[in-house]
T-cell receptor, first 115, second 111 residues
Framework: DVKVTQSSRYLVKRTGEKVFLECVQDMDHENMFWYRQDPGLGLRLIYFSYDVKMKEKGDIPEGYSVSREKKERFSLILESASTNQTSMYLC??????????????FGPGTRLLVL | GQNIDQPTEMTATEGAIVQINCTYQTSGFNGLFWYQQHAGEAPTFLSYNVLDGLEEKGRFSSFLSRSKGYSYLLLKELQMKDSASYLCAVKEGGSQGNLIFGKGTKLSVKP
């Protein structure tokens, strides 16, 4: 079974703090994604990476950056946290070429509260 | 533009059948996924359709019509534990696996 883990389930930070959210997958997947999920807005893609040291902006990259130094690890960074970044953050991974059963596998999520 | 529509909420009775519809307009199409998400938890994969027709998996079935940009998820013999949000997502194309998600349908199953 694919396992995607995230460093924290719950996190409380103050406005202006630098925040690191870590995601690790154990299935050698090339592609990794960071989403945020808010009521009424659904899942929105922040950034994704299709290889080590590669990154692409998603739909809402502003206020975020990412790092992919190793294939299994994809980090989301909030350079200066703001209250409007309070959200549920979900990491996912995906591998190419798996045919009809391909899908994204999600981590358990990190619920971030910025005060 | 890209648009995926599904109803915001639905209510059904335990033991009944419910159909959750999804319509999509995307610039490309390379498969449609359904996910289940219980409150406070991550989405979990339910089904994948890339060809027209019905895919059955136990109590859950998913249907796709590419010409109509339409899919539905059918849940039979509803159980209380089926109360969750159901997310429709389209893979536009390419090998990176990017999915466009609908906002989800919150299903409440009542006794």
């Amino acid at each position: 079974d694919v396992k995607v883990t995230q460093s924290s389930r719950y996190l409380v930070k103050r406005t202006g703090e630098k925040v690191f959210l870590e995601c690790v997958q154990d299935m050698d997947h090339e592609n990794m994604f960071w989403y945020r999920q808010d009521p009424g807005l659904g899942l929105r893609l922040i950034y994704f990476s299709y290889d080590v040291k590669m990154k692409e902006k998603g739909d809402i990259p502003e206020g975020y950056s990412v790092s992919r130094e190793k294939k299994e690890r994809f980090s989301l960074i909030l350079e200066s946290a703001s209250t409007n970044q309070t959200s549920m953050y979900l990491c996912a991974s995906f591998t190419s070429g798996q045919g009809l059963q391909e899908t994204q596998y999600f981590g358990p999520g990190t619920r971030l509260l910025v005060l | 533009g890209q648009n995926i529509d599904q109803p915001t909420e639905m209510t059904a009775t335990e033991g009944a059948i419910v159909q959750i519809n999804c319509t999509y307009q995307t610039s490309g199409f390379n498969g449609l996924f359904w996910y289940q998400q219980h409150a406070g938890e991550a989405p979990t994969f339910l089904s994948y359709n890339v060809l027209d027709g019905l895919e059955e998996k136990g109590r859950f079935s998913s249907f796709l019509s590419r010409s109509k940009g339409y899919s539905y998820l059918l849940l039979k013999e509803l159980q209380m534990k089926d109360s969750a949000s159901y997310l429709c997502a389209v893979k536009e194309g390419g090998s990176q696996g990017n999915l466009i998600f609908g906002k989800g349908t919150k299903l409440s199953v009542k006794p």
